[in-house]
């Protein structure tokens, strides 16, 4: 019955009958001459064959030779990030005084605002007019990471910046519209290389790492662009608590100038009271006195607030956890030689083949038009 269901008609969309032609049967034959003629092919255009794969290599080599670089040196610095918790400080302060102590819902120190502000031209400045210290030498790191990073072959003016241009040590403010322009070249550069990531999806902690061609630069970049950073963070978060101090300060020696007029005031008074008959004179001590006692009230409070700021500003100051640092000697990638040189004899060989393939077709295609 299967037979038969096999043997059945096929019917075309006009309504003809269909004849199927079963499948050809493999020929090895045809396979062995197949194989046999690309090799004839082959060795036919041997010298085609050679000059694709030396030009290909010679392709290669000359790319080895522009694009080659000094092997990189990667620094990897893995740190936590552990935010203040003196709010409830501030809080009691803020509310003491009328004001309202909620947080800013938008932080700028979490999720894609962190890696941002990572790259973010304030900090990179401040990064690059840092001082350190390689060797003997005391200098800017912008004068370090021009000098030894490789970065002077992405510039136009390699020749004047590698051999004139410094950087001087003076505030950024003070800088010249050359030197800013330099500066943002340089800074770019460093930005683009740096990644900061997090270590895994489930952790808090992140991971900052850059490459250049010195392993003593590389450590020195991501040692200070951390440090830098959680400066700014400090600046940042202690703002409004160093605010709040200073005006406290403030108000706590006016109350103390106040305070100690007064108790001259009151002791001059009580000492001319003890002579004094008239009850009014001890009228005006009395008076005196309710002064002073408030005043002294006003001063220890604000010595209170003062303590409680100052301990705010402490819990304040985040907690910057390293827990896995650069150390010498660092992870070096070094450039891939003869690989260029491999990928251009590997294209050689497909070019060649396919351009046999083409000759040997063109010409069969003509031997049959003459026969024809």
Not at 19 to 42: G, H, M, S
Not at 209 to 235: C, G, H, N, P, Q
Not at 265 to 294: C, E, F, W
Not at 298 to 316: C, H, K, Q, V
Request: aromatic content about 10%; charged content about 20%.
């Amino acid at each position: 019955m299967v037979t038969e269901e096999s043997h059945k008609p096929v019917l075309t969309p006009n309504g003809e009958v269909a004849v199927v032609e079963p499948a050809p049967a493999f020929d090895p034959r045809k396979l062995v001459n197949t194989v046999t003629t690309v090799f004839k092919t082959i060795v036919k255009y041997w010298w085609l064959l050679l000059i694709c794969v030396l030009l290909g290599g010679l392709g290669g080599w000359i790319y080895d030779q522009v694009n080659e670089v000094p092997d990189q040196y990667e620094a990897s610095l893995i740190f936590n990030l552990e935010s203040g918790s003196g709010n409830s400080e501030l809080s009691n302060f803020a509310s003491a005084l009328g004001m309202s102590g909620g947080s800013s819902s938008a932080n700028m120190f979490s999720g894609p605002n962190f890696v941002s502000l990572f790259r973010s031209k304030k900090i990179g400045n401040r990064v690059m007019l840092t001082k350190v210290t390689i060797g003997n030498k005391t200098d800017l790191l912008a004068n370090f990471y021009k000098d030894r990073s490789g970065a002077l072959r992405r510039t136009k003016n390699e020749e004047y910046l590698g051999k004139k241009f410094r950087f001087p040590d003076k505030p950024i403010k003070q800088y010249s519209n050359a030197e800013m322009s330099y500066l943002d070249m340089f800074r770019d550069y460093a930005s683009q290389d740096l990644q900061i990531e997090n270590v895994d999806r489930k952790s808090s902690f992140m991971e900052l790492s850059i490459k250049t061609e010195s392993d003593t630069l590389s450590k020195l970049l991501v040692e200070t662009w951390l440090a830098r950073m959680t400066d700014f963070y400090k600046e940042t978060q202690s703002q409004k608590t160093l605010e709040l101090l200073d005006l406290n300060v403030h108000r706590r020696d006016s109350v103390l100038t106040k305070l100690t007029g007064a108790e001259r005031k009151l002791a001059a008074a009580q000492d001319y009271s003890q002579y004094a008959i008239m009850p009014s004179a001890r009228v005006n001590d009395q008076r005196l006195s309710q002064n002073t006692t408030y005043l002294q009230g006003l001063y220890m409070e604000s010595i209170r607030n003062i303590d409680a700021l100052r301990t705010s500003l402490i819990r304040e100051s985040p907690l910057v956890m390293i827990i896995d640092e650069p150390t010498f000697p660092l992870p070096v990638t070094p450039y891939p030689k003869g690989k260029a040189i491999k990928i251009g004899i590997a294209l050689g060989i497909v070019l060649s083949l396919a351009a046999m393939f083409l000759i040997n077709s063109y010409q069969n295609m003509m031997k049959k038009l003459q026969n024809s």
